[in-house]
């Protein structure tokens, strides 16, 4: 049995922002089921905090600033322990977990998340009164980067994982932070912290973690070349050998037709014939005109150009002129969030947008929408290509990242086989967006294939229980290295 400490900073129903938070939520469950000991830690966000019961306070913990509380509940709906990270005047603050109200990063970013790294390596040591020591440390994304770097300073600490999950967020920032922060100077260096004359918290966690994943195998291939490794492929590139990609799984329990609650009414494989009904609902909450004929295609996420948000702009031209409607829900920069606004308003019958997040909308959506549009430039992993067709929604998708890993291009030979569950394009282009719309619209017609192409997508198992057994694996190659260290 592992003990392992889950490093992050968002975690769902607590807080979140994207999909790192969803599999805060499901990773560690799936791992816990597997019979380890997981535990997560977090900073405290008032957010967090109002949604848990009997937080029980543990202790203080000294960092470099001053010291942070220490205080546990269990994650909600679930027997993992939870512990959260209070520090004064840092995490308690309203809002986005790393942005002000204007959208820009917080200006203590670098000192939050340093102070969060120093407890979080106070816990991997047993240095904070819990009488409890891990043996793996999984650390998520930029803001858990620094804690690698702090137990290499340590011969007895635990095995170290860091998981990339979005490349391009860096956490960057300038040397006077780096100075300020009281960081040891042999730290300043290309070969560790310094990137291009700054500092760098993903670095610190690609370099001094023992071993790395990201989300999906195609990610983890696409990172260590220039298109997309956001100037970090040659690091990653250098460290291949202790680079895997596992791709994410789903919660099969909140993302059930069958079960779902927040849905108009459940349906599976057997009873697709009452999906039409969420679809019926999905069109009245959008207020969209009844036209049953016209297939209706959803999108949800960020409206950043990393999701293909301008290629969906620069299609619309032509996309309007087909029989279909669109449904969105999300947010993002301010000149997309207008440009979606804009669209609306000139084509009601078409096009709806909400801008924001609700989570029980976004069920709403992979269950009434026909199709899932997700036309991202790069997509580490993807989660609602997978949700799409547990929904019996067929996703339309580039083939980048996980997206490329997970749907099925819906070709001759495919649908010959019956293993197509989407459609598939290459070129980040509105041209080539509109074509595979148009392809969908085709499969649409004939309605006996469409039919087996929902099959297909409700059939695939993307449960997490599979890669957790892959994250375990790289857990007992990263404590056998750590145990050959130490030695």
């Known amino acids: 049995m592992h003990k392992i400490l889950f490093a992050t900073s968002e975690v769902h129903p607590l ?19 597997s019979g380890h000991d997981v535990r997560i830690i977090l900073p405290a966000y008032p957010e967090a905090l109002t949604q848990l019961e009997e937080l029980e306070k543990h202790t203080e913990i000294e960092t470099d600033f001053g010291s942070v509380s220490l205080v546990q509940s269990r994650l ?63 650390c998520n994304d930029w803001q858990t980067g620094m804690v690698p770097v702090l137990l290499s300073t340590y ?11 979005n490349l391009a967020y860096q956490g960057l920032f300038d040397y006077e932070t780096f100075h300020s922060l009281k960081i040891p100077e042999k730290f300043w260096h290309p070969d560790a912290l310094e990137y291009f004359g700054q500092f760098s918290f993903i670095k610190g966690g690609l370099i001094f973690a023992d071993y790395i994943t990201t989300v999906s195998p195609g990610y983890a291939q696409e990172i260590q070349t220039e298109a997309y490794g956001c100037g970090l492929n040659g690091l990653l590139k250098s460290r291949h050998e202790n680079l895997f990609g596992i791709l994410n799984g789903i919660d099969e329990a909140t993302w059930n037709p069958a079960i779902d609650s927040l849905i108009t009414i459940p349906y599976t494989a057997s009873s697709i014939e009452y999906k039409p009904v969420n679809t019926s609902s999905l069109r009245q909450i959008f207020a969209l005109p009844n036209k049953p004929a016209f297939p209706l295609i959803g999108m949800i996420g960020r409206l950043v150009e990393q999701k293909g948000i301008d290629l969906f ?23 997309f969030e207008k440009a979606l606004r804009e669209w609306s308003s000139r084509h009601p019958d078409k096009l709806s947008t909400r801008i924001g997040y609700d989570e029980g909308l976004a069920h709403r959506i992979e269950a009434g929408a026909d199709m899932f549009l997700m036309p991202s430039r790069f997509e580490p992993c993807g989660l609602n290509q ?25 070709n001759p030979q495919s649908l010959a086989t019956d293993t197509a569950t989407g459609i598939v394009f290459e070129d980040a282009s509105a041209k080539a967006l509109i074509q595979a719309v148009q392809r969908a619209l085709k499969l649409y017609e004939d309605e006996p294939l469409w039919r087996q192409l929902q099959k297909n997508g409700m059939h695939k198992d993307f449960s997490w229980q599979h890669s957790a057994r892959q994250y375990l694996e790289v857990y007992r190659l990263a404590t056998a290295s750590t145990a050959r260290k130490s030695a």
């Not at 820009?104 to 970013?109: G, V």
């Not at 011969?155 to 999950?165: G, L």
């Open 15 to 33: 807080i979140k922002t994207g999909g790192l938070a969803d599999v805060s939520a499901s990773l560690p469950q799936a791992l816990k089921n």
């Open 76 to 138: 909600p709906g679930t027997d993992v322990p939870v512990y959260l990270v209070a520090a004064a005047g840092l995490f308690d603050r309203p809002g986005n977990p790393y942005l002000d109200t204007t959208g820009k990063p917080w200006t203590d970013n670098a000192e939050r998340f340093y102070r969060f790294a120093q407890a979080v390596t106070a816990v991997s040591l047993n240095k904070a009164s819990l009488e409890w020591r891990p043996d793996i440390l999984h």
């Open 155 to 165: 011969k007895n600490r635990p095995a170290t994982i860091f998981t990339i999950h």
């Open 313 to 335: 702009l620069d299609a619309l031209p032509e996309l309007v002129k087909l029989p279909l409607q669109f449904v969105l829900l999300g947010a993002g920069e301010a000149k």
């Open 386 to 410: 997978m949700y799409s067709m547990r929904y019996a929604t067929i996703p339309i998708v580039r083939r980048v990242g996980g997206l490329g890993d997970t749907v099925i291009d819906s």
